[in-house]
């Protein structure tokens, strides 16, 4: 049997997610933890001007967006990078090196999340901010999101339709209260938004891109809906005007609210505080109760975050188990809830395993190690990205009628993300140290499975259907 009757013969997903909800789900997936815990560390990159590095993570990301677009529209199937990649280079463990390290972003960005949260918490609660403290909520946090995830699918998304009105109820707080500030004639001092300062004699293009490297983790979240694709009513048509909308969206708001956090309170206050914007709203609204709920608000805003990014790795960990590229254990289904058992304890215990390393030896803050890991393992997915579309370029059995991206933009794309991915760019070691350590895993977890599927006799261990990667149970 040919493999297009193969496919043909497979039950479609149902498409069920117009330009609303499509652009609930791009909106809601890049607004979170990145500005809320990482606003103050990109200030002390680059200084005042800390809406710089979020504009231009913006345009790199859009013109990544463009990139996606013709991907999505040409290959309207679940899968995202993993997928592209097989299409364009055909090398199995290549294919699997972008999954794993797609997955391991998703682990990272929840364990930046876990880190913001423990911190709101504390802050919440006026309990101070020790540094065990920090790390014990963070991984009780970790271990609660396990048990929903555990759960199933259902409550996961219900769960994430609250948390993600939470989650832009609480930026449009952040700037609603910093416009009436700035209407009263407060301490609202607009020029030092464009003071550059550098904690070090670096020039300003490298304090920029270096600021930026870290920015780019609030513009991360877009390219989930890629794996929407299958579910999408006429993507073709709908995901570019949806995509750039969403994208477009949280540009304005991550400039705004950066803008406003500097405005408001003063450079070396912010980038100390491992809570910015519930200082920003401290200082915009002193005397309203505004800014004691916030710190709750921030810990569910974070909350969403780390539920999406920790429900698909265990299900992308899940898929490839089930593709025979990862040991076969991990693939293992819960009897009663029907959810990928293994594959969730596998993924907690390397959040774990990050959030005790963080604490233990992180010589900056733990958000702005665990942010800018995550950013440079999408980073060098991104490039992966930019590069598939000048190959596919020569595939002439895709869907016709697809969205077509001008040459320039994925040239562009490929060459900003990946001098964002090198050590010039300002980035420092321990991001490469947690991302190297990542990946090694990947490779040693590929290399036992290919000795456990020589003992089964299992042949050709390789991602056979890229579809199917994040796709689980429950």
Partial sequence: MSESTTVTEQPQLKRVMGPGLLLLFVVGDILGTGVYALTGQVAGEVGGAAWLPFLVAFLIATVTAFSYLELVTKYP???GAALYAHK??????????VAFVVMCSGITSASTASQAFASNFLKGF???????????????????????????VSESVKLNVVLTIVEITGLGVVILVGLWAFTQGGDFDLSRTMVFESEDERSTF?????????????????????????????????????????????????VLVSI??????????????????????EAAAPGLPIDEIFP???????????????LMAS??????????????????VHRTRRTPWVAILFTTVIAFGLILYVSAFASKSAVSVLGGTTSLLLLMVFTVVNIAVLVLRRDVRATGGHFRTPTVLPVLGALASAYLVLPFSG????????????????????????????????????ITDPTHLGEGPG
């Fill in 77 to 79: 199937q679940a899968a």
């Fill in 315 to 332: 299900r992308l960990i899940y898929g490839m188990a089930r593709q025979h590229v990862l040991p076969p254990v991990l693939g293992a």
């Fill in 427 to 462: 980035r420092p070691a321990s991001q490469y140290l947690l991302a190297g350590a990542l990946i090694i895993v990947g490779v040693v977890l590929y290399g036992i499975t290919a000795l456990i599927n020589r003992q089964l006799g299992i042949r050709g261990q390789h």
């Fill in 296 to 310: 709750f608000i921030t810990m569910f805003a974070v909350s969403n975050t780390a539920l999406i990014n920790m």
């Fill in 126 to 152: 006026d309990l101070g901010e020790e540094k065990l403290a920090v790390a014990a909520i963070a991984l009780a946090f970790m271990a609660v999101l396990a048990a929903i995830n555990f759960r199933g």
């Fill in 88 to 97: 364009a280079f055909g090398i199995h463990f290549f294919t699997f090196i």
């Fill in 206 to 254: 490298v304090a920029v891109t270096a600021a930026t490297s870290l920015a780019f983790f609030a513009m991360v979240g877009f390219e989930d809906s890629a794996n929407m694709a299958e579910e999408t009513k006429d993507p073709v048509r709908t995901f570019p005007r949806v995509l750039l909308s969403g994208l477009g969206i949280a540009g304005v708001v991550y």
């Fill in 260 to 281: 406003i956090a500097v405005a408001l309170v003063p450079l070396d206050a912010l980038q100390a505080s491992s809570t910015p914007l519930v200082d920003v709203v």
